[in-house]
Every structure is written in structure tokens, then in C-alpha cells.
T-cell receptor, first 113, second 114 residues
Framework: DAGVTQSPTHLIKTRGQQVTLRCSPISGHKSVSWYQQVLGQGPQFIFQYYEKEERGRGNFPDRFSARQFPNYSSELNVNALLLGDSALYLC????????????FGPGTRLTVT | AQSVTQLGSHVSVSEGALVLLRCNYSSSVPPYLFWYVQYPNQGLQLLLKYTTGATLVKGINGFEAEFKKSETSFHLTKPSAHMSDAAEYFCAVSDRTGWGKFQFGAGTQVVVTP
């Protein structure tokens, strides 16, 4: 089975622009979580979605938003990009909301100039 | 609130030597505990996890970790380092309600020297 996939792999944006990152979970998984990993740090939780509803949100500004589609894929949107948004964005899927076992994708490397 | 502390941001070991990576957590209730490995330009791969039961857990690639409730620790070990173990290692916790929200440590970069 295919693992978690994310697109694009790399992205370069300018300050003030908007970006959309995409994630496809493992087949059969209904929960998707997003994490931001700034260089040299551990991943920070941004959102969890389960059955197309937001089920958890980390300490991130409203510029960050996400959604989950009927096929359980997900998009993360970031508006009004700041230099500090440069990071590796990781998507993780699990088969249900309360599952403690998450599978991570390879990430999208976002660079804001 | 939960927190995770990994002691040592960089660890250098000789090939064949013991690998020991330290992780301490802070939580009012023992959480689920995890170790992940991240190779350059890749996502996170689960090494092992502790949820319930035996406190010594074995994972992939010869790694194991022991949950010590009295010390609030979950240290990762491997008896004999291999060059392929060079990577960044993250300890993570999740509370037992699930919610898919992991709290990660800052990571420990492991360098293996010949």
C-alpha cells in the first residue's frame, strides 16, 4: 500500500503570498494531522481533522487553515506568508481520531523569501 | 500540559558502540510515548512506542526503550551503532485521549564515526 503522500515536495513563496499544501492519507485512514517543523526543532502540531471536521488545533494564528475532503485527503492553507513560516510541513494520517499510531509523509519544504 | 525534554541536541558515537538517547516527559498522567527517526530530507519513521504493558519495548533496527514511570523517562538505546543510524531522533508523547496531537522533543542528532 502507498504511504502518506504530500505535494508539492518543495515550494518557494514571497512574503505576503498565500500557499496551499496537499496531503493524501494512507488508504483507509480517516484522520489527518498537520505539523510544522522549523529547522533545528521538533514538529509542532497545527491541526487534526477527522471525518472532515476539525478536531484539534495547535497554537497557530488564524492565517493557518485546513480542510479535509470526502476522500479524506487534506489541504493546509497559509495566508499572508511571513519569513518565519519557512519550515517543513508534515502530514500524518491514522485510521481513526483517537489512534495513537500516526504515519508521516515526507513533508513539503516551504521557503518564504 | 505535557512537555518533552531530550537531553543533548547532538550525540556522537563510534561504530559498534552503545547508542543512548535520553527523553524525559512531564505529564500529570503517564502518556503514550514514542520514538521517531528522521533521515535527511525525509519525514518521520516510527521506531517504537509504549502504550501499556511491558515497560521495555523493542522497535525496528535493533532499538529499544524502557518506560520508567518513577523517573518520567523513556530513553532509547541500541547496543551497537551502525553507520546507517546517523539521523535525527525525536521523542514524542500523546495523551491517552488520543486526538492525534503529538508533543515532540527538540530532537537529538546522532553522528556515527568509523
Amino acid at each position: 500500500d502507498a504511504g502518506v503522500t504530500q505535494s508539492p515536495t518543495h515550494l518557494i513563496k514571497t512574503r505576503g503570498q498565500q500557499v496551499t499544501l496537499r496531503c493524501s492519507p494512507i488508504s483507509g485512514h480517516k484522520s489527518v494531522s498537520w505539523y510544522q517543523q522549523v529547522l533545528g526543532q521538533g514538529p509542532q502540531f497545527i491541526f487534526q481533522y477527522y471525518e472532515k471536521e476539525e478536531r484539534g488545533r495547535g497554537n497557530f494564528p488564524d492565517r493557518f487553515s485546513a480542510r479535509q475532503f470526502p476522500n479524506y485527503s487534506s489541504e493546509l492553507n497559509v495566508n499572508a506568508l511571513l519569513l518565519g513560516d519557512s519550515a517543513l510541513y508534515l502530514c500524518a494520517s491514522s485510521w481513526r481520531q483517537s489512534s495513537y499510531e500516526q504515519y508521516f509523509g515526507p513533508g513539503t519544504r516551504l521557503t518564504v523569501t | 500540559a505535557q512537555s518533552v525534554t531530550q537531553l543533548g541536541s547532538h550525540v556522537s558515537v563510534s561504530e559498534g558502540a552503545l547508542v543512548l538517547l535520553r527523553c524525559n516527559y512531564s505529564s500529570s498522567v503517564p502518556p503514550y510515548l514514542f520514538w521517531y527517526v528522521q533521515y535527511p530530507n525525509q519525514g518521520l519513521q516510527l521506531l517504537l512506542k509504549y502504550t501499556t504493558g511491558a515497560t521495555l519495548v523493542k522497535g525496528i533496527n535493533g532499538f529499544e526503550a524502557e518506560f520508567k514511570k518513577s523517573e518520567t523517562s523513556f530513553h532509547l538505546t541500541k547496543p551497537s551503532a551502525h553507520m546507517s543510524d546517523a539521523a535525527e531522533y525525536f521523542c514524542a508523547v500523546s495523551d491517552r485521549t488520543g486526538w492525534g496531537k503529538f508533543q515532540f522533543g527538540a530532537g537529538t542528532q546522532v553522528v556515527v564515526t568509523p
